[in-house]
């Protein structure tokens, strides 16, 4: 990668000064600078997930009662009960999930922000606007459009090109969609962002070069791009990963994914420390992917996803 | 003889009006009285004003809290929950939620009492609830003699199944043999997403207890589960949209709800199969916390006045538990599968127990469950 390019994508680095310059000491600082924002993560991000965390060391009695009894059964059960395939299929969920939202948004963020002109936000907007309403109520709408007796079949029997309904709703595939169609903004906006922070010029310089079409988007437009699909790739694989409402509504309930599973024990088993073992595992196995896109993807994915 | 003749008449006359008044008077005794609650009751309910309901959203009539509120002068505040399993996690956490009344399943008053978070019921201020429950609820396991719920109604599981698709005289009406192994109706049929409900019922299809903890029994519903997992169309809780847009031919649902959709679509017809199913109720209680327990008996025995039991009946379509309004409902609902079932049929129904909701019983339960879905 030429010199000139990283230097232009390089991120001002913030630094602390405020932490050098004070000498009252690096404390008093901090709680003034930091105090909101520490207190905001305390008390909504870590204690939840320490709660978490302490249930699925607990014990349930009979009907689902919490003694509180210190114990790893949970995790030995977990480890014991053969949900390696409900990970295994959550997980290839997310990653098909991921797959396609990045095959749809990639050409979509691409074409906005090179043919967009003066329409560009106008089609970011069209795209963030169905994210306003509440993501069960787009299922449901999801599922009059697709449904045997919904929009679309209804025109295919219309025009005659079929006889009787096909039938989408409740099959893996009316999954795979709603899982894609649900996040595939996450996806979008991060692209489109990396992709405005692309200087046009680039292209045209690699264009005055003699690069093919095939190889301009290989050397500049991709290697570019990289942060802002990591981000995307962050904001979509987590949420799908743990969602359990797309295969309740359009997957029939048929097929479990991990998130489900969790669902399922704290409600019908009613067995909140199982539920919450489960939890943690699976915000474990989150926590892994998470490491590892940053440390692939270096800040940049970090930043994009901020 | 013309004297005679008009004597005659004018005792004809009287007698008509005699009778007349034999008759009215005949009527308002057979009519069911509402009983009011004690006047210390009564002042204490409008001392405290208030009234904190939580239950389910959407499912009584609004008329029946509007009217109690106008008639007694309480204010009525609703919390709603969505699943039984909403509440139970809330009392779990906090035993001592400030609420005043609550409605739970059969299921979710089992949990709520091995919590001891339920209070026990001041029969004195139920004047209602006394005169008109009937003697078979006072011998309900987890409940003997009404001691801490009132059962509102009653529910009973079947299915619901739509004329134009499934041929009237098949001889599996009847039986949950349609359902569980319906194989012509492949892709058209809906199962409740229910653990208990679905592997119960195929235990008694299978002649077996609902609640056996037999472990050989359970793996024989596991097996009638998988088979029948490739019919299935979707495991739905609220087949209501599927059943009326004839995607669902066959919808295993609450009897009560079919009566619903055959009003909007006159070709459903509910069973109450003959094998048996759960039989449960829908109870009032009162939580150790309530503030406000005078106005939470008032409510009960609101409730169970014959008149808002009857209409609260008619309004959701479920079973009524209660010696007046089970005369009460019209003739047409009366006839429906599981309005009034008999006394035969209710000796093959069963309600859920221990065996089923803990230990073994549960662990297996939940093992065939999570497999049926991966």
């Known amino acids: 990668m030429p010199d000139y390019i990283k230097t232009s994508t390089k991120k001002k680095e913030g630094g602390k000064p405020a932490e050098k310059q004070s000498n009252g000491g690096v404390f008093p600082e901090l709680i003034k600078y930091l105090g909101p924002i520490i207190t905001i993560q305390l008390l909504f991000v870590l204690a939840p997930l320490v709660i978490i965390l302490l249930f699925s060391l607990l014990q349930t009695g009979a009907y689902g009662k919490i003694i509180y009894a210190f114990t790893f059964d949970n995790y030995m059960k977990l480890i014991g009960g053969g949900y390696g395939m409900v990970f295994i299929k959550s997980f290839f969920y997310a990653v098909q999930t991921n797959v396609m939202c990045i095959i749809v948004a990639y050409p979509l963020a691409y074409y906005i922000t090179r043919y967009g002109k003066r329409w560009k936000m106008f089609f970011i907007f069209m795209i963030i606007i169905p994210s306003w309403t509440a993501y069960i109520i787009r299922l449901y709408a999801l599922k009059t459009i697709v449904g045997s007796h919904g929009i679309i079949n209804n025109c295919l029997m219309g025009v005659g090109l079929i006889d009787t309904p096909i039938q989408f709703l409740y099959t893996p595939f009316a999954v795979s969609v709603g899982l894609v169609y649900t996040w595939l903004p996450f996806m979008v906006l991060p692209l489109f962002a990396a992709m405005e922070g692309l200087d046009s010029s680039m292209w045209e310089a690699a264009e005055d070069l003699g690069a093919t079409p095939f190889r301009r988007f290989f050397r500049i437009t991709l290697p570019l791009t990289r942060g802002g699909l990591l981000a995307g790739s962050i904001l979509v694989m987590i949420p799908a990963l743990g969602d359990w409402l797309v295969p309740y509504l359009l997957g029939g309930s048929k097929v479990m994914m991990a998130g489900m599973v969790v669902a399922h024990k704290f409600t019908t088993l009613g067995d909140i420390p199982a539920g919450s073992c489960m939890a943690t595992a699976l915000a474990s196995v989150l926590l892994l992917i998470l490491y590892f896109a940053i440390k692939w993807g270096g800040r940049e994915a970090l930043e994009q996803s901020l | 003889m013309y004297s005679i003749l008009k004597v005659s008449k004018q005792k004809v006359l009287y007698i008509c009006i005699y009778l007349i008044f034999v008759m009215t008077a005949f009527s308002w005794s057979t009519e069911f009285k509402d009983y009011p609650v004690t006047e210390d009751c009564l002042k204490q309910a409008q001392k405290e004003g208030k009234l904190h309901i939580y239950d389910w959203a959407e499912w009584w009539p609004e008329e029946i809290y509007t009217n109690f509120e106008k008639k007694y002068k309480i204010k009525i505040i609703r919390d709603n929950y969505a699943s039984d399993d909403e509440y139970v996690a809330k009392f779990k956490l906090n035993p001592n939620s400030p609420y005043d009344i609550m409605l739970p399943s059969t299921r979710g008053m089992i949990q709520l009492k091995a919590l001891g978070i339920l209070k026990e019921l001041n029969k004195k201020w139920l004047p209602n609830a006394v005169h008109y429950l009937p003697e078979e609820n006072k011998k309900v396991w987890y409940d003997l003699e009404n001691k801490y719920g009132i059962p509102t109604d009653r529910f009973f599981y079947g299915y619901a199944y739509n004329t134009k698709y499934v041929d009237v005289n098949d001889p599996r009406i009847g039986s949950w043999a349609l359902l569980y192994e319906g194989r012509e109706f492949k892709g058209r049929i809906t199962m409740l997403d229910e653990m208990f409900v679905v592997i119960g019922n195929g235990l008694k299809y299978l002649g077996y207890s609902y609640n056996s903890d037999n472990e050989q029994e359970l793996m024989q519903v596991r097996d009638l589960l998988t088979k029948q997992k490739p019919l299935v169309m979707a495991y739905e809780s609220w087949p209501k949209r599927l059943v009326l847009e004839e995607e669902a031919w ?113 662990e297996v339960r939940s093992e065939i469950w999570e497999e049926l879905k991966k």
């Open chain 2, 250 to 362: 066959l919808s295993n649902c609450w009897v009560g709800d079919s009566y619903y959709y055959s009003k909007e679509l006159n070709t459903i017809r509910g069973v109450l199969p003959k094998e048996g199913t759960e039989y449960g109720t829908d109870p009032l209680v009162i939580p150790k916390g309530a503030p406000h327990p005078a106005a939470a008996h008032l409510w009960i025995n609101y409730i169970m006045s014959p008149k808002v039991n009857t209409k609260l009946i008619m309004g959701i379509g479920y079973s009524p538990n209660h010696k007046a309004s089970q005369e009460m409902v019209s003739e047409n609902f009366k006839k429906w599968p599981g309005t009034i079932p008999s006394k035969d049929y209710l000796e093959k129904c069963e309600v859920i127990n221990a065996k089923a909701m803990t230990g073994r019983g549960l």
